[in-house]
C-alpha cells in the first residue's frame, strides 16, 4: 500500500503588532536610496562626511536620506536627484521619429559629440540656458573594429587632457560668427560649424577636436562667415503668439560663455551613446575626471 505523505503546514507568517509600516520603508528605502547618492557623488572623497565646503558636497547633503526625514522631506530629496540633476535619466536613450526609417548619417563610423552648456551662475533670472556642441567622424573605425573600446579610451584621454582643467570643462566663447571646417575624409561634414565670438575661439575647439582623434588640423579648410545681423544684447523680450501661447522669440546668436561638460561617441548599431569624459558626473564615462 502507498503511502500517503502530507506536508507540514508552512508557519504562519504575521506582522508584528507593533509594526510601523511607514518605518518599515524608510528602513528598507533610504540605504537603496543613499546607495545610489554615494554612486552619483562618486567623484568626493570615500571617506566623505556631511559638509557645505563646495557645491558638489553641499548638493550631496541635500540628496542624502536620514532616519529622521519626514516623507515630504524623502520625496524632495527623490525628486532632486532623480529629477532635477538627472539620476534618473542616466543612461536612457532618447530618440525621437520613426525608429523604422532611421539610418546612420555615415553607415559603420562612430561619431564624437562635444558638448557646451552655460554655467548656471551667469544665466540671468528669467534667461535663457546656451549650449552648444560639434562632432566629427572617426573615419578610420568602423562600429565592427576589434580595437573599437581601446580607441575610445585612448580618445577619451586624449578629451580629458585638452577639454578638462582642475576638473572643470573648458571654456568656449560662443557668438556671432559661424565658423565651419570642411574636411570630409578626416570626419568634418560640409555641415560642422562652430558659433564663436572671434574666429580664434572656434579654430582652438578644431584645433582641440584633431589632436584628441589623431589628425593634422589644416587652418586653410576653415570659412567663416559673418552676417551682417548682430548679435543678441540682454534677454529677449519680444513674443509671438503659438498655437493660442505666448513665446519668446529666440536670441539670435547671443555673446555667452559656454564650458565643455562632457564628451560621447555615437556608435551605428549601439542604442545608447557611449560617455568618453563627463564632467557632470551624471554618465557613466570611460574615463573618469
Request: contains cysteine; glycine residues 4%; charged residues 20%.
Amino acid at each position: 500500500m502507498t503511502k500517503i505523505i502530507v506536508p507540514a503546514s508552512p508557519p504562519e507568517d504575521s506582522l508584528p503588532d507593533n509594526f510601523d509600516p511607514f518605518e518599515h520603508l524608510q528602513a528598507v528605502y533610504i540605504p537603496q536610496h543613499n546607495a545610489a547618492v554615494a554612486l552619483y557623488f562618486k567623484d568626493l572623497p570615500t571617506d566623505w562626511k556631511p559638509n557645505i565646503a563646495s557645491p558638489r558636497s553641499a548638493l550631496r547633503v541635500a540628496c542624502t536620506m536620514t532616519d529622521n526625514d519626514n516623507q515630504l522631506m524623502m520625496n524632495l530629496r527623490h525628486h532632486l536627484l532623480f529629477d532635477l540633476l538627472g539620476y534618473g535619466k542616466s543612461g536612457l536613450s532618447i530618440f525621437y521619429g520613426s525608429k523604422e526609417n532611421y539610418d546612420p548619417p555615415v553607415v559603420g563610423h562612430p561619431k564624437i559629440v562635444f558638448y557646451f552648456s552655460q554655467d548656471i551662475a551667469s544665466v540671468p533670472v528669467g534667461g535663457t540656458v546656451y549650449d552648444a556642441e560639434c562632432s566629427v567622424r572617426l573615419m578610420k573605425l568602423q562600429n565592427t573594429s576589434e580595437d573599437l573600446l581601446q580607441k575610445l579610451i585612448e580618445i577619451a584621454n586624449e578629451v580629458k587632457t585638452k577639454f578638462v582643467h582642475e576638473s572643470s570643462g573648458i571654456i568656449h566663447a560662443k557668438g556671432n560668427l559661424c565658423v565651419s571646417y570642411h574636411d570630409t575624409v578626416n570626419g568634418f561634414a560640409k555641415g560642422s560649424k562652430i558659433l564663436a565670438n572671434a574666429e580664434t575661439s572656434a579654430i582652438n575647439i578644431y584645433q582641440l577636436i584633431c589632436d584628441c582623434i589623431d589628425i593634422v588640423f589644416d587652418e586653410t579648410k576653415i570659412t567663416v562667415h559673418d552676417p551682417k545681423k548682430p548679435s543678441t544684447v540682454g534677454i529677449p523680450t519680444t513674443t509671438q503668439l503659438i498655437m493660442g501661447k505666448t513665446r519668446k522669440l529666440r536670441a539670435y546668436r547671443p555673446v555667452v560663455n559656454v564650458r565643455f561638460r562632457y564628451a560621447y561617441a555615437i556608435i551605428p548599431g549601439n542604442p545608447s551613446p557611449t560617455f568618453l569624459v563627463d564632467t557632470t558626473h551624471r554618465y557613466k564615462p570611460l574615463v573618469k575626471i
